[in-house]
């Protein structure tokens, strides 16, 4: 059983930037892909990033390429979200997720064996 906790969220205004954090439980370490996705009021969860297990590979979606950046420590079993250039439409519960499954199929959220709770991101305009 892998626990995951986020941290970092908050209130931000548009252009801002904030750094989430997942803590998973235990010596996780290489043994998941791991991707964030997010959730706004009255919309589906959706994928944000995702990297691999390695940490080398990853991919994005396209709303937010080029303003955030994915990253994992295995040593410290800690994945981050760094978020540049934040625009309201950003505004959503963040979720970090961990796979079974190799990073390049884990694309949605039923691909995903573990969850976190969630940290809002809220940003302005």
């Known amino acids: 059983q892998v626990q995951l906790v986020e941290s970092g969220g908050g209130l931000v205004q548009a252009g801002g930037s904030l750094r989430l954090s997942c803590a998973a439980s235990?010596?996780?370490?290489?043994?998941?892909?791991m991707g964030w996705f997010r959730q706004a009021p009255g919309r589906e969860r959706e994928f944000v990033a995702r990297i691999s297990r390695s940490g080398t590979g990853w991919s994005y979606a396209d709303s937010v390429k080029g303003r955030f950046t994915i990253s994992r420590d295995n040593a410290e079993s800690t994945l981050y979200l760094q978020m540049n250039s934040l625009k309201p439409e950003d505004t959503a519960v963040y979720y970090c997720?961990?796979?079974?499954?190799?990073?390049?199929?884990?694309?949605?959220?039923?691909?995903?064996?573990?969850w976190g709770q969630g940290t809002q991101v809220t940003v302005s305009s």
């Open positions: 235990g010596r996780t370490g290489s043994t998941y892909a």
């Open positions: 997720a961990a796979s079974k499954l190799v990073v390049a199929v884990a694309t949605t959220p039923r691909d995903y064996d573990y």
